[in-house]
């Protein structure tokens, strides 16, 4: 099983949720989380693991060859994200624009542009026990986090059986990075706040999900702030709220230190069973019943 946990907007808490999530569940079972948060990576925070792999991630990027080239335009016609252009006698690439999509190197027919590999970003993966824990982390000045991401999920796919669970801390809003770490998923969790920003991209979000035909459902961090706008607009829109999470100040203070909250809070663990049964995972506390049965 696949659960992406995503947010419309940075800040509600999806992080903090991921991670208690799966090492919670990873006291039980074997559990695969995934940083695909690239730009701004920080589950590795609350996850005390040891480093067991670590690779320098490449894109692949056209290099112009003037010996070559007979500046026939073809390589400029191709191109739907302008990042070729041609000032005189000069062809220019932009790696910035570039996505890798190898048209222009394939179409171009004297081959004066063969793909060059590029350093973008790394994949890292810990071990914790029952836990392993990979993270995708994109270089200073990179602008295109989609490749990184999409080359963690393989990295996984490569190392990990189909049946072992998954969790996704997706990127925020809802872009490409987005939509990437979340379209193969069985199922989303929207993290939000009851605020009216959080409202605003909450809805954007669930526009995003449901374009893509995703079962989902909505967790409120820190109720108890703001409004009942988000409550009013998920029973409108029938909309499953599956777990509630209190605002707290102890909360924040734990999370400030990189403490999981779920071992000293039970209003954490509370609602990371609402949302285990949501998923029709069997608990800790289901399992730990039926072994005294």
Known sequence: ??????????????????????????????????????????????????????????????????????????????????????????????????????????????????????????????????????????????????????GAIHYIDEHFSADILRIYDAPPGTSCPMIEAVKDADYIILVTEPTPVGLYDLELAVDTVRELRKDFGVVLNRDGIGNGDVEVYCRKEHIPLIARIPQQRRIAEYYAEGKLLYQNFPEIRNALEDIIRTLGIASATANTEKGRQ
């Open 1 to 150: 099983m696949k659960i992406s946990i995503a947010s419309g907007k940075g800040g509600t808490g999806k992080t903090t949720l991921a991670s208690n999530l799966a090492v919670y569940l990873s006291e039980y079972r074997n559990v695969v989380l995934a940083d695909l948060d690239v730009e701004e990576p920080n589950s590795g925070l609350f996850i005390a693991g040891n480093k067991i792999y670590e690779e320098t991630f490449n894109t692949m990027i056209p290099e112009w060859q003037r010996n070559t080239c007979t500046l026939c335009n073809r390589c400029r016609e191709v191109c739907n994200f302008n990042a070729i252009t041609r000032i005189a006698d000069e062809i220019l690439v932009f790696p910035q624009l570039c996505h890798s999509c190898y048209a222009c190197s394939e179409l171009c027919p004297v081959g004066a542009l063969p793909m060059k590999a590029k350093r973008t970003g790394l994949i890292r993966h810990f071990s914790r026990k029952s836990l392993d824990f990979i993270e995708g982390i994109l270089d200073i000045g990179e602008e295109q986090a989609v490749p990184l991401i999409e």
